[in-house]
């Protein structure tokens, strides 16, 4: 005869120093995800969606959030209120099931009044600064979703290899625009007459 071992019970209030379970389990296994679940998700963390999965980002580092500032304040300057520069976590949704918290992204006047509360469904800019844990997602991952969701223009900022990579959108891919290293100024296609110095944004953190 096998037996079958009685069913672990937790104590009803989780010991110091463990997870507090009960509140894990108030939400969806991975993989069980829905889009309104997602955007009721409150949290501090960057948090992005894939299809019914959830992707915790890592907390940003000071030189990310300093390239990031500089990125948002210098194309805000620039657009001067012809349209909207948001930081994230503000939300891109893909329409293939995703939703993305671009570093920046910027929204002209009409995607602006489109534009919900909780995610807009369309921007005309958006901008990444590579995360070292994971240069991939950046560099392919959301190259691709950031094509499907029709981004006519994308910028891959890379501190630790000292270049920003501009890409353009043509037929539904990007195609690099400009890739530019120290000493050169990263153009924009889409907005004439913006762009940003490589050696100001390698400046950040180093201060």
């Given at each position: 005869?096998?037996?079958?071992?009685?069913?672990?019970r937790r104590p009803p209030i989780a010991p110091l120093g463990e997870p507090v379970w009960e509140i894990a389990e108030l939400f969806p296994e991975q993989g069980g995800w829905g889009e309104r679940?997602?955007?009721?998700?409150?949290?501090?963390?960057?948090?992005?969606f894939d299809n019914g999965s959830i992707e915790i980002l890592p907390?940003?580092?000071k030189t990310h959030q300093l390239i990031v500032a500089l990125l948002y304040e210098l194309l805000k300057a620039f657009v001067a209120g012809?349209?909207?520069?948001?930081?994230?976590?503000?939300?891109?949704?893909?329409?293939?099931?995703?939703?993305?918290e671009p570093d920046v992204l910027?929204?002209?006047?009409?995607?602006?009044?489109?534009?919900?509360?909780?995610?807009?469904?369309?921007?005309d800019?958006?901008?990444?600064?590579?995360?070292?844990?994971?240069?991939?997602?950046?560099?392919v991952k959301k190259?691709?979703?950031?094509?499907?969701?029709?981004?006519?223009?994308?910028?891959?900022?890379?501190?630790a290899d000292r270049q920003i990579l501009v890409l353009r959108l043509e037929a539904g891919e990007y195609v690099e625009h400009g890739r530019s290293g120290p000493g050169a100024r990263a153009a924009s296609c889409r907005l004439p007459g913006f762009g940003v110095a490589v050696d100001d944004v390698l400046a950040q953190g180093r201060r």
């Amino acid at each position: 005869m096998t037996l079958i071992a009685p069913p672990t019970r937790r104590p009803p209030i989780a010991p110091l120093g463990e997870p507090v379970w009960e509140i894990a389990e108030l939400f969806p296994e991975q993989g069980g995800w829905g889009e309104r679940q997602y955007l009721a998700l409150r949290t501090n963390r960057l948090v992005e969606f894939d299809n019914g999965s959830i992707e915790i980002l890592p907390v940003p580092t000071k030189t990310h959030q300093l390239i990031v500032a500089l990125l948002y304040e210098l194309l805000k300057a620039f657009v001067a209120g012809d349209g909207r520069v948001f930081f994230a976590p503000y939300r891109l949704r893909i329409p293939t099931g995703r939703y993305r918290e671009p570093d920046v992204l910027y929204l002209t006047p009409a995607q602006d009044r489109q534009a919900g509360e909780e995610f807009t469904a369309a921007a005309d800019l958006v901008m990444e600064v590579v995360s070292p844990d994971d240069p991939e997602r950046d560099y392919v991952k959301k190259r691709a979703d950031y094509a499907a969701a029709g981004v006519p223009e994308y910028w891959v900022v890379d501190a630790a290899d000292r270049q920003i990579l501009v890409l353009r959108l043509e037929a539904g891919e990007y195609v690099e625009h400009g890739r530019s290293g120290p000493g050169a100024r990263a153009a924009s296609c889409r907005l004439p007459g913006f762009g940003v110095a490589v050696d100001d944004v390698l400046a950040q953190g180093r201060r």
